[in-house]
């Protein structure tokens, strides 16, 4: 069995065709999908979703390129919709300096504030992490491994790989491994203890080698356990048992 850990499914790309999507992944032998909330629109979506399947879970959050839109009113309501029992993650939260869609201090501003509410709601986070690996690593090292989750998309090397491990967090890897140039993200695909990988697909986006320019779906993600499971000289069956694991001891508590 597989899990995706970062899927977007409740987004709009996927209206049309849903359940076959759905059916598509229990085909592929997924037998989770984490649904990520980016805002509160997105986020209530996630719910009703999950809410609607027994194998589909949700995150709530405020993604850095609407870090603005993180009034007080919005921590409130993040704060009540995490006592939801389909709701298992506090993210996507985190930092992003290639786009600037909110200026950095911003961007800042509202990590630090969702992370206090992680660390008080004692959540486990999804962190998006764009060309901000210089602030993201050292805002999440003073947390002195207070707070858990997972890198998620990670494209940085290997040391900074070991940078994020050192401080408790787990390594997401999804359909960028697949492609012939990216060489550190196979690297660390490589390096990663398994005990610390999950899988993930970022769908609608970032679709593998296969789907590139194609909407991407939580069944792909197969192709990212082969790829990995190619990289480790194992099979893609381990791969699966393994991040399986992983996803539930780092977000099913009970």
Excluded at 19 to 33: C, F, G, P, Q, R
Excluded at 42 to 58: R, V
Excluded at 146 to 157: E, N, R, S
Aim: aromatic share 6%; net charge negative; charged share 25%.
């Amino acid at each position: 069995m597989f899990i995706d850990s970062h899927a977007h499914i409740q987004l709009s790309q996927f209206d049309r065709d849903r359940d076959a999507v759905l059916k598509h992944a229990h085909e592929a032998a997924l037998s989770t999908i984490l649904i990520i909330g980016f805002d509160v629109e997105t986020s209530l979506g996630a719910i009703e979703l999950a809410d609607k399947h027994k194998n589909l879970y949700a995150t709530v959050g405020m993604h850095p390129h609407d870090a603005k839109k993180l009034t007080p009113d919005v921590l409130k309501t993040f704060r009540e919709l995490l006592h939801h029992p389909k709701v298992i993650a506090l993210g996507e939260i985190g930092l992003d300096y290639y786009r600037n869609l909110s200026p950095p201090a911003v961007q800042k501003e509202a990590f630090v504030k969702q992370l206090d509410l992680a660390e008080e709601m004692e959540m486990p986070i999804i962190v998006h992490n764009r060309d901000a690996y210089v602030d993201i690593l050292p805002i999440l090292e003073a947390r002195g491994g207070k707070i858990q989750g997972v890198l998620h998309c990670f494209t940085g090397d290997v040391e900074l790989m070991n940078r994020s491990l050192e401080i408790g967090f787990h390594i997401g890897i999804g359909g960028i491994v697949t492609y012939p140039n990216a060489k550190d993200v196979q690297a660390v695909a490589k390096e990663v203890p398994l005990e610390r990988l999950l899988i993930e697909t970022d769908c609608p986006w970032l679709a593998p080698q296969s789907w590139r320019g194609k909407r991407n779906e939580p069944a792909y993600v197969r192709a990212v356990a082969e790829k990995i499971a190619e990289l480790h000289e194992t099979s893609i069956e381990t791969i699966g048992e393994i991040t399986t694991q992983n996803f539930n001891r780092l977000f099913i508590t009970d």
